[in-house]
Nanobody, 123 residues
């Protein structure tokens, strides 16, 4: 059984910072890509940032230069450092982890999602 749990959300004023964390636990064999998505009320879920197993990162244009994604492979954890936050960053932030377990066919990865953490930026 695998669990993915986010933490670190909260309420912050515009211009402030927050750091989100997402830990995968359970019977994990290996982790491939790790991603952060966000979903604002009434809107679709959008990709914010991703980090490959080798460390290559990718960001949505709206967060480039303000957000930094990183990972600690020893802890099966991905982080999202969010600086210079804006009211339009307000959303529920979800973590997605591509991983394999002992029962996963070789070469395949399945996606697991966290429950989400609320980030609210006040103006």
């Amino acid at each position: 059984q695998v669990q993915v749990v986010e933490s670190g959300g909260g309420l912050v004023q515009a211009g402030g910072s927050l750091r989100l964390a997402c830990e995968a636990s359970g019977s994990i064999f290996s982790i491939n890509a790790m991603r952060w998505y966000r979903q604002a009320p009434g809107k679709q879920r959008d990709l914010v940032a991703s980090i490959a197993s080798g460390g290559r990162t990718n960001y949505a244009d709206s967060v480039k230069g303000r957000f930094t994604i990183s990972r600690d492979n020893a802890k099966n954890t991905v982080y999202l450092q969010m600086n210079t936050l804006r009211p339009e960053d307000t959303a529920v932030y979800y973590c997605q982890v591509e991983l394999s377990t002992g029962a996963t066919p070789r070469g395949l990865f399945y996606s697991y999602w966290g429950q989400g953490t609320q980030v609210t930026v006040s103006s």
